[in-house]
């Protein structure tokens, strides 16, 4: 396969001609952000945060999406590229419920999480229309998963997960601009859609808007992790149980080299 030599951030990196720069900086160790990209996933830049900046280029490419060039040379972490990164998780974040459920919880939206690294207290912008999202109430109707469009960034992993990993065709996006929001078939509450529990779209997504609903017991970060097996059939699934007071309150699918990490409805 041909190959190609780029700089990021002074550094020389020689990688295949179809790598996109955030492979091939996260490949010598080159952290950029992001919201919408999952490794395990087709990118789509949607939410743009990993912007970088390219010499020679008009515009500040997303680097999940932007294949790479010979002799291209890219700055990762520039003033303007951090000015435009905060910019739009503030954007995002004045239309987020702080904190979502997801972090109040487990502390991990990777929404809020990239807020506090960039010491956003507080969004510069209030919306003035509240997003049709934010006029439904929770959707409670499935038994595993909760949603609640209030989190949604509509970054389209959820999609993603569903309709490509699982091919379950269930999850989209209904209306336009403004009123834009994710629905399952045809804008049916989630437990009276086609879904079948798989949980894919809930592991997918990073913020609150679709989390695990607790069976027994509520979810919080003073669990201890056990990394096993799943014994349900002979596919052998890694999972990580998350333990309180030696009862299991949580099963996440761990990556261990054959699965990435997802289960079936049985193994969470």
């Known amino acids: 396969m041909d190959t190609v030599t780029l700089t990021i951030n002074e550094q020389s990196i020689t990688v295949s001609q179809d790598t996109t720069i955030w492979e091939a900086a996260d490949s010598v160790g080159i952290h950029i952000p992001t919201l919408c990209h999952s490794p395990k996933l087709r990118p789509v830049a949607v939410c743009r945060v990993c912007a970088v900046e390219v010499e020679k280029s008009r515009t500040m490419p997303a680097a999940c999406i932007r294949q790479v060039e010979e002799g291209m040379v890219v700055h990762t972490n520039t003033e303007k590229v951090q000015r435009a990164r905060k910019t739009l998780v503030e954007l995002l974040l004045s239309e987020h419920p702080y904190p979502c459920s997801q972090h109040k919880t487990t502390h991990d939206c990777e929404l809020e999480l990239l807020g506090e690294q960039m010491e956003i207290t507080a969004p510069r912008f209030n919306g003035t229309e509240t997003p049709s999202t934010q006029l439904r109430p929770p959707d409670e109707s499935s038994p595993v998963i909760a949603v609640d469009l209030n989190a949604c960034i509509l970054c389209d992993r959820c999609i993603r997960a569903c309709d490509e990993v699982q091919v379950n065709n269930v999850i989209g996006r209904a209306k336009k ?84 990490g997802r289960l079936c409805v049985k193994g969470r």
């Open 177 to 260: 601009g403004h009123k834009t929001h994710i629905a399952f078939d045809t804008d049916v509450p989630m437990g009276e859609s086609t879904c079948v529990s798989c949980g894919e779209c809930m592991a997918a997504c990073p913020t609150g808007a679709l989390v695990n609903k607790p069976i027994t017991e509520s979810l919080g970060t003073d669990e201890k992790t056990v990394d096993s097996v799943c014994p349900y059939c002979g596919v052998g699934c890694g999972v990580t149980y998350h333990v309180r007071d030696n009862k299991i309150v949580h099963v996440a699918g761990r990556d261990d080299g054959h699965t990435e």
